[in-house]
């Protein structure tokens, strides 16, 4: 099946700071998701983008399909962008998301 | 707004105890998921449903078995708990649509989760 990797496994910050996270995948994709998982548990999506680039608030998101690869923005962050991001991918005849092992980010005030 | 809702958030039970997990969504989705969330492991998917009474494995099937009766209900069974079954479990909805020669599928929507704990 589909290879799914993120990176980095691990990010800390500081309030304001800028990042880049990365999904890179084995095979071409249908689509492509990212998700926040707050401290709590709770998986929100953050993005649908299988190819483009979209844009939220201080979130933006690029998928790059002929190259394999999505990269979530985040900019100014602050404290409550903690938590664990996954991107997920279908591909081929699946409508099954498979996911990414995830990006731990800790935003220190 | 798209709610999945988990029937526990926490739950501990005693090793050989049949669990049943239950999830409801309130979107007419005809996609539903189970997947299990371990620690360094992200998330695996362990049974999905595309429609009503219809159910294929996902990659860790073993000790678990599933139940679609009905449209908004998902509901994952654990026969006889064991104690490498806690873990954090994530009950997920979402649409899909025939575009003729292909399948497609609308966003993911998941539940808060239900975290067990076998002693």
Not at chain 1, 48 to 54: A, D, E, L, R, V
Not at chain 1, 96 to 103: A, E, H, L, M, S
Request: aromatic share 12%; proline share 4%.
């Amino acid at each position: 099946g589909i290879q799914v990797e993120q990176s980095p496994p691990d990010l800390i910050l500081q309030e304001g700071a800028n990042s880049t996270l990365r999904c890179n995948f084995s095979d071409s994709v249908n689509n492509l998701q990212w998700f926040h998982q707050n401290p709590w548990g709770q998986l929100i999506n953050l993005f649908y983008i299988p190819s483009g680039t979209k844009q939220n608030g201080r979130l933006s998101a690029t998928t790059v399909a002929t190259e394999r690869y999505s990269l979530l923005y985040i900019s100014s962050s602050q404290t409550t962008d903690s938590g664990v991001y996954f991107c997920a991918v279908e591909s081929g005849g699946s409508y099954i998301p498979t996911f990414g092992r995830g990006t731990s980010l800790i935003v220190h005030p | 707004d798209v709610k999945v809702t988990q029937s526990s958030r926490y739950l501990v039970k005693r090793t050989g105890e049949k669990v049943f997990l239950e999830c409801v969504q309130d979107m007419d989705h005809e996609n539903m998921f189970w997947y299990r969330q371990d620690p360094g492991l992200g998330l695996r998917l362990i049974y999905f449903s595309y429609d009503v009474k219809m159910k294929e494995k996902g990659d860790i099937p073993e000790g678990y078995s599933v139940s679609r009766e009905k449209k908004e209900r998902f509901s994952l069974i654990l026969e006889s708990a064991s104690t490498n079954q806690t873990s954090m479990y994530l009950c997920a909805s979402s649409f899909y649509w025939d575009r003729g020669q292909v399948l497609d599928t609308g966003e993911l929507f998941f539940g808060e989760g239900s975290r067990l704990t076998v002693l």
